[in-house]
């Protein structure tokens, strides 16, 4: 129990967990994680991993869009980017899957770093469309080069670490987890830097801040960087999760959901990033056992994905009208109250 | 270079591109008068069209009442989209307006695949049949007579907005919001016969979308190019949407018919990309001026 804020010292004021109460939940957390691939199912596994998955890239997007205030419907393609730098590393020469799901961050970089190039001259939804043009011109590439293999896509072998072969959802969830949470701290840490600070401000007014000397391009330019590094680095977990990458794999409606999942969960929050990915991916998994519960499920099987196109788009438009800081904002109102407890509520 | 096959090709193109133009002046008037990018545009369409067959071809009425039912039962839809979804956000980021049709688009695709199913239908054939001949070059008849419909409606919602009262309220508002509140122009009230308007002729570019290549829930993609079209004419400019309408239509034509089906979205969204780093905000569209 913990009654209000109260802090000694600037340290205490910027740090990045900020109570004895934090700190014993995420050790509950952390030992959850940990305890997790030991009782769960195999179902349960799989999609933990691509939750994972799904997080880390949503972060990604959500460093752009939440916090440099720059939208972009091409998040998809640069997790295909890393998928198939990752898949065609593996699959040709073999390279250690560490190295590869780096090299795959990195050219995914690239990509972000070429098509935030129109940020400065374009602004706001012309923005949003051109990074819209660069997913189907990605797609187009992927589809048609020889190195891509075309329209069949390229399979790979299970990756391997230290000579432990991930062939398994259990083993893969040591992979994609501590990878994910890492990711997380870092961008966690990242708002805390100079160079979060100065995305913060150009989401907030970008003339402003390049008035206070923050110049733009270059700014911009790191955040479309970063925002697509993690996403490379989710596409080659993907691609070693999947194993078979194809172009359809990473389509508009991708993009979309991860855009999505940064709505629902809270913009310019990490955990909302984070809530709004688990939330996003378990939707379908829960209406998918609705369905199953419920009498006659054989004719509703057919109206599933009807159904969830449905929600999907009722949750983003009732989010952004009735709760436009998304879960994020929920949690915080929790926890408020818990603070507050005995006294205001 | 086979001279003859070229301006076959093109006029196809530019046919295609009053289609274009059509759907890019609904988009275009929502644009103007409340500031919101539907990105929604094409599933739109898609509704207007779906109405449409359920009243022509499931309840079997005649043309002539089938088509002004869907046209106002789009409206209909229109206002119900504004009133629900867009009026809240008033006042909100126009990113927030944005993602909100996101979300429309996806809950208006779900409802046409739960209703009508997932499968590509046909719509009643009411186009005449005979192959058009312009010169030597053919032209396939529903492109043409689309085209002719297409050019029809676009001429008459401009000369309405010219001059009926509520096209200058809807002109007045799009200049000026302020101003036109303080001389009296119900704002809110434009703000829904915009989007009435914009769903209306929407489902007219349906129908006539719908009766050359046929109905299904994946119609949206139309969208794209005709969010590519608005772009490219600049957002809030009627003329950016004809020209770049029909700019469009040729180069998807041209790039489909000279270098393969695949290459139409390629060439369209690098001549986006080409024209949005010369000229900002489009061909014709605003410029903006920031200053703090």
Known sequence: ?345 | MDWAYLFEISLTGIASGGLYALAALAFVMVYKATRVVNIAIGEMLMAGSYLFFTFAAMWALPLWLAIPAAVLASGLLGAIIERTMIRPLLGEPPISAFMVTVGLGSILVGLVEMIWSADQRRLPDFMPTKPIMIGEAFLAPKVFWGAVIAAVFIAAVLLVFRHWRGGVALRATASDQGAAYSVGINVPRVFSLAWVASAMLAAVSGIIVGSIGGISSSMGVFGLSVLVVVIVGGLDSVLGALVAGVLVGLVEALAGAYLGGEYKLLATFIVLVAILMARPYGLFGTREIERL
Request: include cysteine; hydrophobic fraction near 55%; charged fraction near 10%.
């Open chain 1, 1 to 345: 129990m913990r009654i209000g804020t109260f802090k000694e010292s600037y340290a205490s004021d910027a740090a990045l967990f900020d109570s004895r109460t934090q700190h014993v939940w995420l050790g509950i957390a952390a030992a959850l994680l940990l305890a997790f691939p030991f009782v769960a199912s195999d179902y349960w596994l799989y999609l933990a991993c691509l939750i994972a998955i799904n997080v880390a890239s949503s972060t990604g997007l959500n460093i752009l869009t939440g916090y440099t205030g720059l939208v972009s419907l091409g998040q998809a393609a640069f997790m295909g980017l890393g998928a198939y730098t990752v898949a065609i590393l593996q699959a040709r020469w073999g390279t250690p899957l560490l190295f590869n799901l780096l090299a795959g961050g990195f050219v995914a970089m690239l990509g972000g770093m070429v098509v935030g190039i129109p940020s400065l001259r374009v602004k706001g939804l012309y923005l949003a469309i051109v990074t819209i043009a660069a997913s189907f011109i990605a797609h187009f590439f992927f589809a048609n080069l020889k190195i891509t293999g075309g329209t069949a896509g390229l399979s790979m072998q299970p990756g391997q670490v230290l000579g432990v072969v991930l062939d398994t959802s259990f083993r893969l969830y040591w992979l994609i987890v501590p990878i994910t949470v890492l990711m997380l701290l870092g961008a966690a840490n990242l708002f805390r830097t100079r160079i979060g600070r100065a995305f913060i401000a150009i989401r907030d007014r970008d003339i402003s801040a390049e008035v206070l000397g923050i110049p733009l391009l270059q700014y911009k330019l790191l955040s479309f960087g970063l925002s697509s590094f993690y996403a490379g680095v989710a596409g080659g977990l993907w691609a070693y999760f999947f194993r078979v990458v194809t172009p359809e794999s990473f389509p508009l409606s991708m993009s979309i959901f991860f855009l999505a999942a940064i709505i629902v969960g809270g913009m310019g929050s990490i955990l909302g990033g984070v809530l709004g990915a688990v939330f996003m991916t378990l939707v379908p998994e829960v209406l998918k056992l609705i369905v199953d519960v419920l009498p006659g499920s054989a004719d509703l099987t057919v109206f599933l994905s009807p159904v969830r196109l449905v929600i999907f788009g009722a949750l983003i438009v009732g989010f952004l009208v009735f709760e436009p800081l998304g879960l994020a904002e929920m949690w915080r109102r929790t926890r408020r109250f818990f603070h507050l407890w005995p006294f205001r509520n």
